[in-house]
């Protein structure tokens, strides 16, 4: 995957497909397959999708170099501010267990985890320790919501990207600053391109770490700076 071929990617805790729509309507991604045990879910995957479907995850045992990337969301019962607030350890959330097993298993240079805004005080530093100790590094945390993006309600999630340490080191400086350039002058003509949130704060934009020259760069513009909202349009 370090040229331009499309990402073979797995799908854990797929639901009912929202992530590899997703990938559909972005391009560039080989889904090939979404592990999901539900009966209901497992329905609306087999009539929109034609890939391989999985059962339960704690079957599940990818080799490694299997898949380039995995993505997911575990059960958030426990790492919801909607549920009973008890974190990882609730059951049903303790299945993030699974999740780190089957990166450790299929060594995949990239993982993504969803989940919801309650995630980062009830489960997010557990999860980042985890993920190192099997090699990974993780990139800051974006928490954003679908108000933010042109939806019409408030639904704010966290997406946690990680990659496998060492392999940013695989793919030429100049290709990764082009695909980043390639992607802001794309979402730069969108009409929501860091449109003036419509209530909150809820976002701070950032920089993925490790991008040359740039360090930890947070954009931001302060509440009551001169200019605030005109500089959010830039």
């Excluded at 990239?110 to 990139?139: C, H, N």
Aim: one cysteine or more.
């Amino acid at each position: 995957m370090y040229g331009f071929s499309e990402i073979r990617t797995i799908g854990l805790f797929e639901g009912i497909g929202g992530f590899p729509y997703a990938a559909q309507q972005i391009g560039g991604f080989l889904w090939e397959g979404s592990v999901e045990n539900d009966p209901f879910a497992i329905k609306v995957l087999e009539r929109n999708f034609c890939h391989e479907l999985f059962g339960d995850i704690r079957s599940f045992h990818p080799k490694p170099g299997e898949y380039d990337f995995m993505v997911g969301g575990f059960p958030c019962t426990g790492t919801s501010s909607a549920g009973d607030k008890t974190g990882l350890d609730h059951p049903e959330s303790s299945l993030y267990k699974e999740f780190i097993r089957c990166i450790k298993e299929g060594r995949p240079s990239m993982a993504l985890l969803e989940q919801p805004e309650g995630f980062i005080y009830r489960g997010y530093d557990t999860w980042v320790e985890k993920v190192s100790k099997i090699g990974y590094e993780v990139l800051d945390p974006a928490i954003f919501g679908c108000h933010q993006i042109g939806g019409s309600y408030r639904r704010v999630r966290v997406f946690s990207l990680s990659y496998l340490a060492n392999w940013a080191w695989n793919i030429r400086q100049e290709r990764w600053q082009h695909q980043v350039r390639a992607l802001v002058e794309k979402f730069r003509a969108s009409s929501h391109w860091l449109t003036i949130e419509r209530s909150g704060d809820a976002i701070v934009t950032r920089l993925p770490t490790g991008l040359p020259g740039t360090g930890d760069v947070c954009l931001h513009a302060e509440k009551g700076q001169e200019g605030r909202r005109e500089a959010r349009k830039l």
